[in-house]
């Protein structure tokens, strides 16, 4: 019910803008959120909106280099990725859920019910 899209290889300093596109729910009134996995590595927290506030929440890591939206029509998230480095490399992974979660939940993996296949993004030195 989750797709995305948009990764790719691109030199450090650039950017990419990912998107996921939601079929068969709205999640108006939840969730939608990024995560990322390196090779090796455990998967992390990007970033997360919440659907009602409207409330964002961010890594230290991305703060100020990323950025979460969503369309009007409330089908697609997408990440907007600048000033990339090369440990922004990872299999990116969109999340969604539907119902609404505490502030302190909205960077937590498991608080998440639908995930993407991931997209690769690759950035290079």
């Known amino acids: 019910q989750l797709q995305a899209s948009g990764g790719g290889l691109v030199q450090a300093g650039g950017s990419l803008r990912l998107s996921c596109a939601a079929s068969g729910r709205s999640f108006n009134s939840g969730a939608m959120g990024w995560f990322r996995q390196a090779p090796g590595k455990e998967r992390e927290f990007v970033t997360s909106l919440d659907a009602w506030t409207r409330a964002t929440y961010y890594a230290d890591s991305v703060k100020g280099r990323f950025t979460i939206s969503r369309d009007n029509a409330k089908t697609t998230m997408y990440l907007q990725m600048n000033r990339l480095k090369p440990e922004d490399t990872a299999v990116y992974y969109c999340?969604?859920?539907?119902?609404?979660?505490?502030?302190?939940?909205?960077?937590?993996?498991?608080?998440?019910?639908?995930w993407g296949q991931g997209t690769q993004v690759t950035v290079s030195s």
């Open positions: 999340a969604a859920r539907d119902r609404r979660i505490v502030a302190s939940a909205m960077k937590q993996a498991e608080s998440f019910d639908y």
